[in-house]
């Protein structure tokens, strides 16, 4: 994880490893799920759901990072990664997508290429969308 968050603000939020918690969280900097989260998420800052995380809830922010399980919609004005241990059950719409070897994800990719053009509700002729069932078979080496 550590690549894809370097020299970023510091975390000042943070739902811990055992913790559950259920709400609305609007926040500025950065906000680290490593417990149970149900709810709804908004940010102009980052969003990082660590391997132990599990996030039931939507997702705006300008950055997420899920090296755990997201079950809903994530929408960021940048880029949206998922690492290898992550699994997102829900659309994405981003200026960019990094999705690791490994990952299950299941749902549709609107891909914007640039963080200026997110605008809700706003399809500027540039983007890419794409229909995504991954479902990587880890033993047999799969997708």
Not at 19 to 41: A, H, Q, W
Not at 79 to 91: E, H, P, S
Not at 121 to 129: F, I, Q, W
Request: hydrophobic share 40%.
């Amino acid at each position: 994880m550590g690549d894809h968050i370097k020299n970023h603000s510091l975390i000042n939020s943070i739902i811990g490893e055992g913790t559950r918690f259920s709400g609305e969280l609007v926040l500025k900097g950065l906000l680290r799920i490593d417990g149970d989260f149900t709810g709804s998420i908004n940010t102009k800052g980052k969003v990082l759901v660590g391997k132990t995380g599990r996030a039931e809830c939507s997702i705006i922010a300008g950055t997420a990072v899920v090296g755990g399980v997201v079950h809903g919609n994530i929408q960021a004005s940048g880029k949206v990664v998922i690492l290898a241990t992550g699994m997102v059950l829900g659309n994405i719409q981003a200026g960019s997508l990094v999705v690791e070897e490994g990952v299950l994800l299941h749902g549709n990719c609107l891909i914007t290429g640039s963080s200026s053009s997110m605008k809700s509700g706003s399809l500027p002729g540039n983007e890419k969308s794409w229909a995504v069932d991954w479902q990587g078979n880890r033993e047999a080496g799969g997708i």
